[in-house]
């Protein structure tokens, strides 16, 4: 599998209690998550078989455990001097990540943090639309027109209005394909102080099963999984507070 530039490439999340998160997502989303590579800093791989789908990265707790999603870029180098040439900033420089790739770690100009990835032999998702792999995403933003303009000239987004996600709500795909790989909104009713940010929604087997898991291994359930057009879906905190969501998707 490979991502053309701004396509949604590779998330990752730093919990304080590794084993604690290791044992919540394996329940929730039937991840194989093993010890960590000390001399990556502890950082694991979790995967579904062989095919890797999330990294997960102790942490100290300097700052809130989010997830942290990647753009694949061609150039790391030139995609972090776009990001600062249209308001975004840059947190962590581009940099060499052994023979894996290269990383940006980076805000929009409303604050949403997300990361860039240059692959070399680490592509990113191996599973994608699939159960336990990467299924959807969406950037709840304060100011969704500022973040189009910001994500248009960095990665040549194009977007299409979904009025049923709300008037401030658009799909955006990559230029020249039409092909929706997530979507940009307001902030859709999130806890006043929520910082914009990027959600991820993962692909489970069988939605209900997965929140019984969240429920029983620390995580919230924010609401009970419901129908929708794309799937059966329900919001949820991990016991750190990361808010993600799950997605039984349609057979079809």
Request: charged share 15%.
């Amino acid at each position: 599998m490979t991502f053309a530039p701004g396509a949604p490439c590779w998330a990752d999340i730093s919990p304080t209690d590794i084993d604690t998160a290791r044992a919540f997502y394996s329940a929730v989303i039937g991840w194989d998550i093993p010890p960590g590579d000390e001399a990556f800093g502890g950082y694991t791989t979790a995967s579904v078989g062989d095919a890797g789908v999330a990294g997960f990265m102790p942490s100290d707790g300097t700052f809130p455990t989010a997830w942290t999603l990647y753009f694949a870029s061609g150039d790391a180098d030139a995609t972090s001097a776009a990001i600062v040439d249209n308001g975004g900033t840059v947190i962590v420089p581009s940099t060499e990540v052994a023979d894996f790739g290269r990383m940006v770690i980076a805000a929009d100009p409303t604050g949403a943090v997300f990361g860039v990835w240059q692959a070399n032999s680490m592509i990113g998702f191996d599973v994608v639309g699939a159960p336990g792999g990467f299924a959807w995403c969406d950037l709840r933003s304060s100011d969704p027109d500022a973040a189009r303009a910001f994500y248009t000239a960095v990665f040549g987004y194009t977007y299409t209005p979904m009025e049923m996600a709300g008037p401030a709500y658009a799909t955006f795909a990559l230029g020249g394909d039409g092909a929706p790989q997530g979507g940009i909104g307001d902030m859709m009713g999130a806890p006043e102080g929520t910082p914009p940010h990027w959600l991820l929604y993962w692909a489970v087997a069988d939605s209900e099963a997965s929140a019984a898991a969240a429920r029983a291994t620390g995580g919230t359930v924010l609401a009970d999984p419901f129908d929708s057009p794309f799937g059966r879906m329900a919001p949820m905190l991990d016991p750190f507070g990361a808010p993600f969501w799950t997605v039984q998707l349609p057979a079809e």
